[in-house]
């Protein structure tokens, strides 16, 4: 073997090794403390002495890298027969993939989502969060026809494939589409290990061992020149969550005004305790009079919940028109003044009902 032959060896095992120490959630991880360090030179407040204060703008890359190592540690639970890699880099950028998987029932690219207590629905084009609509399906599927390409020219034969979306700490996961017709399957993470391993054999030994030597060979993917820093990378990212911790996101201003604009919602237990005083001072109206009006009233107060409760059921329901595309943000924009108007509603009711019977109870 010559000599550059022999340094050509060396490249590529020093590659294999490259590729094989990324940690789990280390692009996301490196991203985070390169957003960190440039809050931090803008602002040096952020990082004193005694404390370590996590930037705004990088609480979303902080949470992401602590889902994907989570889900790695799932992942490492898989036995011997499986072959993982974590933050696979994909083509000459910065895209990569959280988590690739090989095993007995093919290849799995696994896109990773953290959605503490949300609520999750997917349908045949959209997944959504909280109802808001999402590209987490259009971003898996892309991955793993992205993973099938690359591995299907290295190998000379059909590779399968499955675009994976592991959601971590949802409240709930409600998957309306076919069973048989789901390109890409959205897991609790919490159950993914077992997932795939009850997946049906789809490779022979001879496909899976082919597939895993191209899988781990860097010139499938990207040769990421700063992967073999992966150690140093994550070392600094474990200081910062020892700094850090698992600190509540902030808090934005658009938030700050839902908040503002809820909480006059407890205003009708005011009027409950101040209604009998300003009643009894004035002259009751005949019974059947006001009973006619109470009638009419809960009739009214009905109309306006059922509204209300028509216009979230359409918000949840699949789109399939531009317009229709919109309802979900209109809703979620006007979600707090709909509340409101609710809680106002029905507390109007209480009260009159209330002062009616006060009124029987006197006569």
């Not at 404390?51 to 705004?56: C, E, K, M, P, S």
């Not at 005083?277 to 109470?294: K, M």
Request: hydrophobic share 45%.
């Amino acid at each position: 073997m010559s000599l550059s032959q022999e340094e050509g060896a060396r490249t590529d095992f020093a590659g294999i090794q490259a590729l094989s120490s990324r940690a789990a959630g280390y692009a996301v991880a490196e991203k985070c403390l390169q957003v960190q360090a440039d809050a931090e030179a803008l602002d040096p407040s952020l990082r004193t002495t005694d404390r370590l204060t996590l930037a705004d703008e990088a609480w979303s890359w902080y949470t992401g890298a602590l889902a994907e190592i989570e889900v790695g540690a799932l992942l490492a639970s898989l036995g011997p027969d499986w072959f993982v890699r974590h933050a696979v880099p994909i083509g000459a950028g910065t895209k990569d993939v959280d988590h690739l998987v090989v095993g007995p029932g093919g290849v799995f690219a696994i896109n990773t989502k953290h959605h503490a207590g949300a609520s999750v629905w997917v349908g045949d084009v959209v997944l959504r969060i909280n109802y808001a609509n999402t590209n987490h399906l259009r971003q898996a599927l892309a991955d793993g026809q992205d993973v099938k390409r690359r591995l299907t020219g290295r190998v000379e034969f059909p590779v399968p494939v499955r675009s994976v979306v592991a959601i971590l700490h949802a409240r709930s996961i409600t998957d309306k589409r076919e069973s048989t017709d789901r390109p890409v399957a959205v897991i609790d993470a919490k159950r993914l290990a077992s997932w795939l391993v009850d997946q049906p054999q789809r490779l022979s030994a001879n496909q899976l061992e082919l597939i895993k030597l191209a899988a781990e060979e860097p010139a499938t993917w990207h040769r990421d020149p700063r992967a073999a820093d992966t150690l140093r990378v994550m070392q600094r990212f474990e200081r910062l969550v020892d700094q850090v911790g698992t600190p509540a996101p902030p808090v934005s201003e658009q938030a700050r005004t839902r908040a503002a604009a809820a909480r006059p919602a407890s205003r009708p237990t005011t009027r409950v305790r101040s209604a009998p005083r300003r009643r009894t001072a004035a002259r009751p109206r005949p019974t059947g009079r006001t009973a006619v009006d109470l009638i009419r009233l809960w009739m009214s107060i009905a109309v306006v919940v059922v509204v209300i409760f028509v216009i979230r059921d359409l918000a949840n329901q699949p789109c399939t028109t531009p317009l229709g595309c919109l309802i979900p943000s209109i809703y979620l924009g006007f979600k707090p003044l709909l509340q409101l108007l609710l809680v106002a509603t029905v507390g109007v009711g209480i009260i009159r009902t209330l002062g009616w019977m006060l009124r029987l109870a006197r006569r």
